[in-house]
């Protein structure tokens, strides 16, 4: 009898409840809903959406942007830091900032600045073209301008400079060597500075990032240089020019334990400095903020904590060592930008074809004219059952070793080859059905078939340009199709993209109900009359500015959506990388290219092996290419 199965199933199988927050959904009929304000009430069919974004010309793959879940992100931690500061009793406010590095699309960085000006929200800049940025966008006296990264006179210069346009510009020093060229450009230009120490703490972070972190980090100033930076401030007069204190222990910290252990580093560090430096009054606790990507509580791609609990934990260890010592509350600073931006995007992909490797029976018959191989292959598939279930794998795994051994020495032709593969799949599949009904027995049989008998979806993306820390740190992000969830999937797969890289692949999902990754994922049959589409979610965070142009595929269409009283508004549409604009980016010339294929089919013409309707045809085609899309079209 076939199990029953409903959308509140799709949702516990895909976890939804754990990574999505109340932003993601499923309806009754079957689709991902998104609530991007966190309202169940105000909801979007991710769907519908996807086929009228396709309907009015975008292309598959497409990014989409929810500007009222980046809304409601800033809402959050804005408001998580203000309970936690009424409920300590601190002295002292808050003002986040958003990394620009994080993500730079323009559009983006607008909406930040626009749902952040309530709160005070600031922009941080690590480096001279993310100073710009911020300049160009923050107006807000009262928002802060982060100043990080290595400097150089020019840089350090346009910060000061910025401060007589009613910028709030701090110049964090990361290494000892800025200390004397904000001194010298402080002269120069008659602008008393605004000045941050980074310190370089023991304490280290966890997770993917941890070398961001300890006393062996890039940038941070020992105690040690501190002190001195602070002797040569004073003889230059600027001891007052010394107002912040900043520390990073990395990115995306499962751990609240590394942050409190950081914190209350950082809070000894303040009060020591404060000493020093009395005009000393805010603390800018960096980034770590995790987001909560697969559910588990327990993994690197996790967080063990709230944001709640992170406010809590900041705003009630600095109170305490402050109080400790007696030394006034510092005003709080956080760069959570991951936290942030990273729930406010998805990307959304068709599946182009399926490679099945379930065989659940054979279509040829097996005779004593076939191998000696392939008819003991044959005696497994029919005599394997519960009884025998651990005999029968490992008979089964020795004749795949022979076949290919046998195979390799010419013992074995190519059709014996390819039946002996397809009653490997087929015996595969049938032990996997009997192992299931036993696991308690051959757990490892099952789950080692279930990974190997997974399907093949190809997908029309590039995990390169799309999902760089997919593949470059196995960072696990949430994957589902987005219609169909009132059915059962019954289907397995892995799923590859349309690079010709054998790392172009996500094989690692989340597993909520074994609290670890899982080597494949749940997915539908593919109907021949209906698109299937897949999306992956919380990819606000890095993705795009690091992707990367593996096998020249650039990037994607974009889109920008809002909610309104009719459902929803197409705020942005960024059109992605024509072919042109990616040959472009490695010095290929448009016009120089189509002029080297017309003197090619000039060539061919004057040997009379190409028509001129064909040298036509063959033109008309190159430049359509030079002008599309550089992912799969339909």
Known sequence: MQESWNSEKSKDLYGISHWGKSYFNISKEGDLQVHPSGKPAQKINVHTLTEDLVERGLRLPILIRFSDILHSRIQLISNCFEKAIKEYSYRGDYKGVYPIKVNQERHLVQDIVKYGEKFHLGLECGSKPELLIALAFLKSEEAFIICNGFKDSEYIETALLSQLIGRNTVIVVDRMAEVQLIINASKKLKIKPRIGFRCKLNSQGQG???????????????????????????????????????????????????????????????????????????????????????????????????????????????????????????????????????????????????????????????????????????????????????????????????????????????????????????????????????????????????????????????????????????????????????????????????????????????????????????????????????????????????????????????????????????????????????????SYDKTILIEKIRKSCEHYIQEESLTRSEARLLMKHYEQGLSGYTYFEE
Not at 461 to 472: E, G, I, N
Request: hydrophobic share 35%.
């Open 208 to 586: 993917k990032w941890i070398e961001s972190s300890g006393a062996k980090s890039k940038f941070g100033l020992t105690p040690s240089e501190m002190v001195s930076s602070i002797a040569l401030l004073k003889k230059a007069g600027l001891l007052k020019s010394i107002e912040l204190l900043h520390f990073h222990i990395g990115s995306q910290i499962p751990s609240i334990q590394s942050i409190k252990s950081s914190v209350k580093e950082a809070a000894h560090f303040y009060t020591e400095l404060k000493k020093l430096a009395p005009a000393l009054s805010l603390i800018d606790v960096g980034g770590g903020l995790g987001v909560d990507y697969d559910g588990s509580g327990a993994s690197d791609s996790s967080t063990n904590y709230s944001e709640q609990e992170y406010a809590n934990d900041v705003v009630s260890i600095i109170q305490s060592i402050c109080d400790e010592r007696k030394v006034e509350h510092p005003h709080i600073i956080s760069e959570s930008g991951r936290t942030l931006v990273a729930h406010s995007t998805m990307l959304i992909f068709n599946i182009l074809g399926a490679n099945e490797i379930l065989k659940s029976n054979i279509d040829f018959k097996v005779t004593d004219k076939d191998s000696r191989l392939v008819q003991e292959i044959f005696e497994i598939y029919e005599n394997v059952g519960k009884h025998n279930v651990n005999e029968s794998y490992n008979d089964l795994v020795e004749k795949k070793r022979d076949t290919l051994q046998l195979f390799k020495y010419g013992a074995l032709d190519l059709k014996q080859r390819a039946k002996a593969e397809d009653l490997y799949w087929a015996s595969a599949t049938k032990i996997q059905k009997f192992a299931q009904q036993n696991k308690e027995d051959a757990g490892d049989i099952y789950y080692s078939l279930e990974a190997e008998l997974a399907d093949t979806y190809f997908c029309n993306f590039s995990v390169f340009q799309s999902l760089p820390d997919s593949w470059a740190l196995k960072q696990l992000f949430p994957v589902m199709p987005i219609h169909r969830l009132e059915t059962k999937p019954d289907k397995r797969a892995v799923l590859v993209d349309l690079t010709c890289d054998s790392d172009g692949k996500i094989d690692s999902f989340i597993n909520i109900s074994e609290g670890k990754p899982q080597k494949y994922l749940e997915v539908h049959k593919l109907l021949k009359s209906q698109p299937y589409y897949l999306g992956v979610f919380l990819t606000g965070a890095y993705q795009e500015i690091l992707g990367d142009l593996h096998n020249l595929f650039g990037d994607i269409d974009a889109v920008h959506v809002s909610i309104n009283k009719k459902g929803y508004m197409i705020d942005h549409v960024v059109e992605g990388d024509a072919v042109t604009d990616v040959l472009s980016y490695v």
